[in-house]
Every structure is written in structure tokens, then in C-alpha cells.
């Protein structure tokens, strides 16, 4: 496949934030006109609305670390908190409480998520002090959710194949990318390893698939991007310049800038000064158009 890279990395806000995580694009919302970017600081809680046609930036305070915002389909979004799923209504600021998938172990919290095209919600946990493997991939129907992998200290993704047969998810922290068969009816089978990520080109983080089926992922630690085929092969790689890449998402009134969400969390004072773009959020163009957004179904 050629080259899919098209310019150069820019940043486009220069946040600083300690943990950015959970890029996803929506062609409309409603705080304002137009497409937007929304994205989370995990560990400074916010959610941030990014706004590339008009340059408006937007925040809010979470009232607890916050792992993603994704849409739902009456307007409002499903905010993955340390504390559970919750009710996020940008309009009023506020966050309603709607379910804890995991209220045997307060030292977990949820780390990132996906709506797939079915407006399913997938989302993992994690161990929060990062020690022991606690964390799991979960299906969330509205009322309740199925866990449906086994335990590791750092899960992320998930994200699914555009043709909705394939779930993919990550153990971070064991370098690993999985991907598993999944059913109509929402049924994961036949998990299988996808990519091993080798020693030293960091952690893989958030995953996103594209038009073409390819998975991105971003390297924690890598001060990369990559894009993988459907079949494994590594296909591209785009530094970025900071070390920690957490997740990128398609934006653009055709789907094709990338952007993604950094981290300064492991930096100290001196790491700082060498990445002072560390936190920021990037964007460039792209060769390949991203999925269409799809909001979370709602139960009636």
C-alpha cells in the first residue's frame, strides 16, 4: 500500500494535558455548529471540545478521571469515569451516574472505549497503580455489561473491523494487540494475538480502525503512530515529537486529518523541558478516510 502520510504533524492546541486520551470526531453535536474533536485529560479530569474550522476549544471539569466521552444517541455522551459509566450533558454541565462494572475493585477505572457501528459500547478497565491484572474488556448494552476478555493490568482500545467481524483490544503493558472473532449478536470468540509490539519501540495505547480496515494504534513511550494491515503487516509509521502518543481519531469534514491525543504524565521536570509539545494535540493530513461517527444506541 503507498504512503498514507501527507504532511507533517501540527499541533493544534497546545493543552499541555497530563494523560490526553479518547479522540473521537463528531459531525455535529450540541454545543456548537459543525464537526468537532472531543478528547479527555485522564488525570487532570476534563473533557475538551475541539472545534478545527473555527479554532474554539472548550472544556469541562470531570469529577473524576475520565477515560473517554463518546456520543450517544440522544445528544448527550457516555463518560467512561474511575466511578463507572455515567451521563455526560455538555449543554448543562453535568454528570448522572448509570453504571459500575466493577464495584469489587475500587482501585480499577476505565481507560478507553469504542461505539461500534451496531452503536454498541466497548470499553476496558484497568488497574489505576498499574500492578496488578485486573483490567478487562467489556460489552455495554444500556443496563448492563459482559466482560469478555481475560484479565491484564492495562487494557486499551477496543476498537472493531469496519465490517464488524473482527474485535480488536490491547494489553499494554504486555506489548500485545489482540483481535478475536465477533458475532451479530455481539458473541467473542477465537481471540488470537494481531501484533506484538518488539522491545523498545514503547507500549501500544488506544486503537482505531480505518475505511480500509487497517488499525492505527499509538505508541506510549514509542513517539510513533503506526498503521497496521488487516493481516498484521506494519505498514506505515509516522513519528510524532513527544514520546507518549496515547490514541488518534479521523476529523474533518472528509475524514481525513488525523489527530492525535499525547501525554506529558511520565515526564518529569527535565523530560519536560526535552518535550515541551509533550500533552499537546496534533493533527495532519491523511491519505485514508476514518470510519463515519456512530452514536451509542440506546436502550427504549
Same mark, same amino acid.
Given at each position: 500500500?503507498?504512503?498514507?502520510?501527507?504532511?507533517?504533524?501540527?499541533?493544534?492546541?497546545?493543552?499541555?494535558?497530563?494523560?490526553?486520551?479518547?479522540?473521537?470526531?463528531?459531525?455535529?453535536?450540541?454545543?456548537?455548529?459543525?464537526?468537532?474533536?472531543?478528547?479527555?485529560?485522564?488525570?487532570?479530569?476534563?473533557?475538551?471540545?475541539?472545534?478545527?474550522?473555527?479554532?474554539?476549544?472548550?472544556?469541562?471539569?470531570?469529577?473524576?478521571?475520565?477515560?473517554?466521552?463518546?456520543?450517544?444517541?440522544?445528544?448527550?455522551?457516555?463518560?467512561?469515569?474511575?466511578?463507572?459509566?455515567?451521563?455526560?450533558?455538555?449543554?448543562?454541565?453535568?454528570?448522572?451516574? !448509570?453504571?459500575?462494572?466493577?464495584?469489587?475493585?475500587?482501585?480499577?477505572? !476505565?481507560?478507553?472505549?469504542?461505539?461500534?457501528?451496531?452503536?454498541?459500547?466497548?470499553?476496558?478497565?484497568?488497574?489505576?497503580?498499574?500492578?496488578?491484572?485486573?483490567?478487562?474488556?467489556?460489552?455495554?448494552?444500556?443496563?448492563?455489561?459482559?466482560?469478555?476478555?481475560?484479565?491484564?493490568?492495562?487494557?486499551?482500545?477496543?476498537?472493531?473491523?469496519?465490517?464488524?467481524?473482527?474485535?480488536?483490544?490491547?494489553?499494554?503493558?504486555?506489548?500485545?494487540?489482540?483481535?478475536?472473532?465477533?458475532?451479530?449478536?455481539?458473541?467473542?470468540?477465537?481471540?488470537?494475538?494481531?501484533?506484538?509490539?518488539?522491545?523498545?519501540?514503547?507500549?501500544?495505547?488506544?486503537?482505531?480502525?480505518?475505511?480500509?480496515?487497517?488499525?492505527?494504534?499509538?505508541?506510549?513511550?514509542?513517539?510513533?503512530?503506526?498503521?497496521?494491515?488487516?493481516?498484521?503487516?506494519?505498514?506505515?509509521?509516522?513519528?510524532?515529537?513527544?514520546?507518549?502518543?496515547?490514541?488518534?481519531?479521523?476529523?474533518?469534514?472528509?475524514?481525513?486529518?488525523?489527530?492525535?491525543?499525547?501525554?506529558?504524565?511520565?515526564?518529569?521536570?527535565?523530560?519536560?523541558?526535552?518535550?515541551?509539545?509533550?500533552?499537546? !494535540?496534533?493533527?495532519?493530513?491523511?491519505?485514508?478516510?476514518?470510519?463515519?461517527?456512530?452514536?451509542?444506541?440506546?436502550?427504549?
Amino acid at each position: 500500500m503507498a504512503q498514507v502520510q501527507l504532511g507533517d504533524p501540527e499541533v493544534v492546541w497546545d493543552l499541555g494535558a497530563v494523560l490526553g486520551e479518547g479522540p473521537v470526531w463528531l459531525d455535529s453535536d450540541p454545543v456548537g455548529q459543525g464537526g468537532a474533536l472531543w478528547f479527555v485529560d485522564i488525570k487532570a479530569p476534563a473533557i475538551h471540545r475541539y472545534d478545527p474550522a473555527t479554532g474554539d476549544k472548550q472544556s469541562w471539569p470531570a469529577p473524576a478521571p475520565v477515560g473517554f466521552c463518546l456520543p450517544a444517541a440522544d445528544g448527550t455522551f457516555i463518560a467512561g469515569l474511575k466511578t463507572g459509566l455515567a451521563r455526560f450533558d455538555p449543554v448543562a454541565g453535568t454528570f448522572t451516574p !448509570l453504571h459500575d462494572p466493577e464495584p469489587d475493585q475500587p482501585d480499577n477505572r !476505565l481507560n478507553d472505549g469504542h461505539v461500534d457501528q451496531q452503536g454498541r459500547l466497548w470499553f476496558g478497565t484497568m488497574h489505576d497503580p498499574e500492578e496488578q491484572a485486573s483490567g478487562r474488556i467489556y460489552r455495554f448494552d444500556g443496563a448492563g455489561s459482559v466482560a469478555v476478555s481475560d484479565p491484564v493490568i492495562v487494557s486499551n482500545g477496543p476498537a472493531v473491523s469496519p465490517d464488524g467481524t473482527t474485535l480488536y483490544h490491547v494489553d499494554t503493558l504486555g506489548n500485545t494487540i489482540y483481535a478475536a472473532d465477533l458475532a451479530d449478536d455481539g458473541t467473542v470468540s477465537a481471540e488470537r494475538v494481531f501484533v506484538r509490539i518488539e522491545d523498545g519501540a514503547g507500549h501500544p495505547d488506544g486503537v482505531i480502525v480505518d475505511a480500509e480496515g487497517c488499525l492505527w494504534v499509538g505508541l506510549f513511550g514509542g513517539g510513533a503512530i503506526r498503521r497496521y494491515s488487516t493481516a498484521g503487516e506494519l505498514l506505515e509509521t509516522i513519528p510524532l515529537p513527544v514520546s507518549a502518543i496515547t490514541k488518534v481519531a479521523f476529523g474533518g469534514p472528509d475524514r481525513r486529518t488525523l489527530f492525535a491525543t499525547t501525554a506529558s504524565v511520565h515526564l518529569d521536570d527535565e523530560g519536560r523541558a526535552r518535550e515541551p509539545l509533550a500533552g499537546h !494535540l496534533f493533527a495532519l493530513p491523511v491519505a485514508v478516510a476514518g470510519l463515519p461517527p456512530v452514536s451509542m444506541r440506546l436502550p427504549s
